[in-house]
């Protein structure tokens, strides 16, 4: 039997933490997550946040010397140009970690790689079956400015700065649709997880 490598994504505050969390509770699936890993990425002292820094001057600093995340968020998902120089500093670091991982963890059966740019990226490489978190495109507007405390015109940025939803679950092995309520999402990934996907990839 082959590694089953699942890529978890979906579009931002659509539920992928929560899909997350349950498969590592409930199956004990090891998790690792790009976000954590970009996070590292631009950690005080490492060279990616040096770049940053000399792109767009210190004040994209706090004073203890990390990220003002609000500050680039407000340059990137405002200027498209600049967001993928990010990334591009930013994934390669992100897709050495994960090859890193799986390597690391060649004794698990099955794990779990949240990857919200999976598509965008282009790390579907990496993974086995993907799986994509989804509801309507209201739901996710409303839970990002909650969530984020965001205007409705800078959650939307950031909506539009990914895939739409649609298309990414065109892309995908597995739906989840979290429209609804928690216990139906959490039954539909038990559903998921039992199959036998990798029989169904042609």
Not at 5 to 25: M, Q
Not at 35 to 62: C, F, M, N, T, W
Request: glycine share 4%.
């Amino acid at each position: 039997m082959n590694k089953r490598i699942i890529g978890l994504t979906g579009g931002i505050a659509t539920g992928k933490t929560t899909v997350a969390n349950y498969l590592a509770s409930a199956y004990n699936l090891p998790v690792f997550d790009a976000d954590i890993y970009a996070r590292d990425a631009v950690a005080v002292g490492s060279p990616i946040l040096s770049a940053i820094a000399q792109r767009y001057s210190k004040e994209i600093l706090l004073p203890d010397g990390s990220l003002n995340r609000e500050k680039l968020g407000t340059i990137i998902f405002a200027q498209p140009e600049e967001r993928h120089w990010i990334e591009s500093l930013i994934h390669p670091y992100v897709v050495e970690r994960f090859e890193q991982a799986i390597i690391a963890k060649s004794s698990s059966q099955t794990l779990l790689l949240v990857i919200p740019l999976l598509f965008e990226a282009q790390m579907t490489d990496l993974v086995t079956e993907i799986w994509v978190v989804r509801c309507s495109e209201l739901q996710q507007l409303q839970r990002l400015i909650q969530r984020n405390h965001l205007t409705p015109i800078q959650a939307q940025a950031r909506i539009n700065s990914q895939l739409s939803l649609s298309e990414k679950a065109a892309r995908a092995n597995v739906v989840l649709d979290n429209s609804s309520t928690l216990e139906s999402l959490l039954k539909q990934v038990d559903v998921a997880f039992a199959m036998n996907i990798q029989d169904n990839i042609s």
